[in-house]
């Protein structure tokens, strides 16, 4: 198992940043696979990046060119870098990581962009 520890959230107006950091409290390079997902309210959660163990990413459509998902060995962090922001982006973003047998979330951060 591993745990998840999210931060970085907060409040942009739209065409803002954020970056978001997940914290994990082993080797997020043994992860088969990580990403970050969101929810709005009344929503589904939804895919917004993801990252194999051998570094292959992938985002959706809406997310794609804006958003960059990558890890820092040194640290077993994972990031999300949000560009060019947008009110339908707000959300709460979860990441996760699937391992040998389990998978785990994080506790959730707040994203609010606002026009």
């Known amino acids: 198992q591993v745990q998840l520890v999210e931060s970085g959230g907060g409040s942009v107006h739209t065409g803002g940043s954020l970056r978001l950091s997940c914290a994990a409290s082993?080797?997020?390079?043994?992860?088969?696979?990580m990403g970050w997902h969101r929810q709005a309210p009344g929503n589904q959660r939804e895919l917004v990046a993801g990252?194999?163990?051998?570094?292959?990413?992938n985002y959706p459509d809406s997310v794609k060119g804006r958003f960059t998902i990558f890890r820092d060995r040194a640290t077993n962090t994972m990031f999300l870098q949000m560009n060019s922001l947008k009110p339908e982006d707000t959300g709460v973003y979860y990441c996760?990581?699937?391992?040998?047998?389990?998978?785990?979330w994080g506790q959730g951060t707040q994203v609010t962009v606002s026009s």
């Open positions: 996760y990581a699937v391992g040998l047998g389990f998978t785990t």
């Open positions: 082993r080797s997020i390079f043994s992860m088969n696979f």
């Open positions: 990252i194999t163990s051998g570094g292959t990413t």
